[in-house]
């Protein structure tokens, strides 16, 4: 009888389903599935894929007539309606 070894916390199984169910309900919600190995089975390549580069924070502008924060663009103030020049930023 062949047994299934789950990749994630060395447990053994009598079933790739079983092992599959085992992942789900114990390790899926906090790492991504791994691919279920028998004895003499291959490992499965996988490929690294750098993570996306962080946004960096945008510039932030503030309202001449009351002070409040404004995106660039933002026309007219969102706080006080007060029409932004943008000519010069």
Same mark, same amino acid.
């Given at each position: 009888?062949?047994?299934? @070894?789950?990749?994630? #916390? ?5 079933? $790739?389903? $079983? ?15 791994? /691919?279920? !190995? ?11 894929? @750098? ?7 945008? !510039?932030?502008?503030? #309202?001449?007539?009351?002070?409040? !924060?404004? !995106? $660039?663009?933002? =026309?007219?103030?969102?706080? #006080?309606?007060?029409?932004? /020049?943008?000519? =010069?930023?």
């Amino acid at each position: 009888m062949s047994m299934y @070894k789950c990749p994630q #916390c060395d447990r053994f199984f009598s079933s $790739k389903a $079983k092992v599959n169910q085992h992942v789900k309900r114990f390790h899926e919600r906090a790492n991504p599935p791994a /691919a279920v !190995t028998a004895p003499g089975d291959k490992p499965a390549e996988f490929s690294i894929k @750098k993570p996306p580069a962080k946004k960096q924070a945008a !510039t932030s502008y503030h #309202c001449n007539g009351c002070q409040g !924060t404004v !995106t $660039k663009g933002q =026309n007219p103030c969102p706080h #006080c309606g007060e029409s932004l /020049a943008w000519e =010069n930023v």
